[in-house]
């Protein structure tokens, strides 16, 4: 907490000078980037209260190019001033600028988590594809391939050798694939659907239409209750490429160097170059991402989608796109 007690004239106490006074108490305690909103000041008696936000640059790297873009990114509401005259001085309480980090770096990874979460949505098919995934989620297979047998309790999903289905099933069961009935298990709504618009006795089509159903709607349960991550590498990957991309609104040109690098900023972790390198590499076999000579472009239909549904959020929660 920031506590600060200036001396007033009976001159200064009026609306215009306590404003002046508080935005010169912002800059010395927070710096240039972070402003007051006058338009929130509320006055009682001789006290008074204001809220204001961080507005600070930050830069997006392009693969060829030396130049990178310019964007601001606007954090409004974030900070809450106290004020109060007391025998002619002025006390000003807020938080301090630690704790102003702190809920910045909150504020992210809460926007952050809900991007990946649009962009895991719209890329589930591609990620339905992708060998590690399918592997990680395999249990979700050998369930729908022996639903009959559990439901008829030839299998008991209770034994350890069957332990792990336990928790698949009891998410499928959330996401209506499947459904409990008095005798154990039966064939869901959603499975219904899928099952609509594709042969049974095509088991893995099947299989990768529930998967990237599971993957957009049960994710953050598999990686909470199943511990299963195999699905991060391949989300933060995108991310990292997809987020630029949206901010500038164009498939910018990138590389193994900007996309480490870019990786690194938001997950504060240095993934290893191989390990980048084949992540980047598996993203593009399954159309998450494209070539583009030496360097990869994201999938014009998937930046089409992100950008449609990132034009549809509120003021709020969009970057503030101004170029230098």
């Given at each position: ?26 800059k010395e305690n927070y710096g240039q980037f972070v402003y007051i909103d006058p338009k929130t000041l ?176 049960g994710e953050e349960y598999i990686k909470e209750y199943i511990h299963l991550m195999s699905i991060d ?92």
């Amino acid at each position: 907490m920031i506590v600060e007690e200036i001396k007033l004239l009976s001159e200064d106490v009026n609306e215009a000078n306590i404003i002046n006074r508080l935005v010169n108490f912002v800059k010395e305690n927070y710096g240039q980037f972070v402003y007051i909103d006058p338009k929130t000041l509320k006055k009682d008696e001789d006290r008074w209260e204001i809220t204001g936000g961080v507005y600070y640059p930050y830069y997006i790297e392009e693969a060829g190019s030396i130049q990178p873009h310019l964007r601001y990114r606007n954090f409004p509401d974030i900070l809450y001033i106290e004020a109060s005259i007391h025998e002619k001085k002025l006390d000003i309480k807020s938080i301090t600028r630690k704790q102003l980090i702190e809920l910045m770096e909150k504020e992210e990874t809460k926007k952050r988590e809900i991007e990946e979460k649009l962009i895991l949505e719209v890329t589930s098919n591609n990620f339905s594809r992708i060998p590690q995934i399918i592997t990680g989620h395999n249990p979700i297979k050998e369930i729908i391939n022996n639903i009959d047998d559990i439901s008829s309790q030839k299998i008991d999903i209770n034994s350890v050798r069957y332990k792990k289905w336990n928790k698949y099933l009891d998410l499928m069961v959330h996401l209506e694939i499947f459904a409990k009935t008095e005798e154990g298990y039966t064939y869901g709504d959603k499975f219904k659907m899928f099952e609509s618009k594709i042969s049974r006795k095509d088991t893995e089509e099947l299989f990768r239409q529930i998967l990237s159903y599971v993957l957009t709607y049960g994710e953050e349960y598999i990686k909470e209750y199943i511990h299963l991550m195999s699905i991060d590498p391949y989300l933060r990957t995108s991310y990292s490429y997809y987020d630029g991309a949206i901010n500038i609104r164009d498939l910018i040109p990138a590389n193994l160097t900007t996309l480490s690098k870019k990786y690194r900023e938001i997950y504060k972790v240095s993934p290893k170059a191989e390990k980048l390198k084949s992540w980047i590499s598996t993203l593009v076999d399954t159309n998450v991402f494209e070539r583009d000579g030496d360097n990869i472009i994201g999938n014009q239909d998937i930046f089409q989608k992100l950008e449609e549904i990132n034009d549809n959020l509120s003021d709020k929660e969009k970057e503030v796109s101004l170029e230098e």
